[in-house]
Antibody, heavy 120, light 107 residues
Framework: EVQVLESGGGLVQPGGSLRLSCAAS????????MRWVRQAPGKGLEWVSS????????YYTDSVRGRFTISRDNAKNTVSLQLNSLRAEDTAVYYC?????????????WGPGTLVTVSS | EIVMTQSPATLSVSPGERATLSCRAS??????LAWYQQKPGRAPRLLIY???TRVTGIPVRFSGSGSGTEFTLTIASLQSEDFAIYYC?????????FGQGTKVEIK
């Protein structure tokens, strides 16, 4: 059974940092790109970042580029998202998502999400 | 980036009735369109991809149609568990983008 589980969210002050982690199981993790998608309170879904299966290619939405860093450890079946210089507008539930196909861009498994709140 | 626009924002439907949700893309996305269902406090669930292919296990009352810029999600006979927010998403061009959602509520 495919499982995806995020952790690491919490309350942080503006300008602060957090590291989100996503643990995956039940599929050939090392063959799949992985994605982070976020949802601000009461709002829609926004793709945030992607990483290729090998980890050599990373992508970011414009609003987080230079502040967020995605990485993965295929030996541990984990993907991480380092959030730096956080802003109030980064407040959201962050979901780790598995593509339906290894390099696809629609998502068949999502974790339950981890809430990041940026507030003083 | 491609802008996805969903209508209506809210759809009030009685159980057993048909619901028709629309999604429009700002430029052609061919058939590269997915639909998700999201219930309060839960992660999105993939229902349909390539505009009309149902995910294994999704009831046949859910159907998708359309191509290019105009897409429709139809729920043939609404069940109580279908009241939720539905999002469309294009994956034809980078970055993948989502519509703002249609809330299907009990009339």
């Amino acid at each position: 059974e495919v499982q995806v589980l995020e952790s690491g969210g919490g309350l942080v002050q503006p300008g602060g940092s957090l590291r989100l982690s996503c643990a995956a199981s039940g599929f050939s993790f090392g063959l799949y790109d992985m994605r982070w998608v976020r949802q601000a309170p009461g709002k829609g879904l926004e793709w945030v970042s992607s990483i290729s299966a090998s980890g050599d290619k990373t992508y970011y939405t414009d609003s987080v580029r230079g502040r967020f860093t995605i990485s993965r450890d295929n030996a541990k079946n984990t993907v991480s998202l380092q959030l730096n210089s956080l802003r109030a507008e980064d407040t959201a539930v962050y979901y780790c998502a598995k593509p339906h196909f290894p390099s696809g861009n629609y998502f068949d498994y999502w974790g339950p999400g981890t809430l990041v709140t940026v507030s003083s | 980036e491609i802008v996805m626009t969903q209508s209506p924002a809210t759809l009030s439907v009685s159980p057993g009735e048909r619901a028709t949700l629309s999604c429009r893309a700002s430029q052609s996305v061919s058939l590269n369109l997915a639909w998700y269902q999201q219930k309060p406090g839960r992660a999105p669930r993939l229902l349909i991809y390539t505009a009309s292919t149902r995910v294994t296990g999704i009831p046949v009352r859910f159907s998708g149609s359309g191509s290019g810029t105009e897409f429709t999600l139809t729920i043939a006979s609404l069940q109580s568990e279908d009241f939720a927010i539905y999002y469309c998403q294009q994956y034809d061009e980078w970055p993948p983008t989502f519509g703002q959602g249609t809330k299907v509520e009990i009339k």
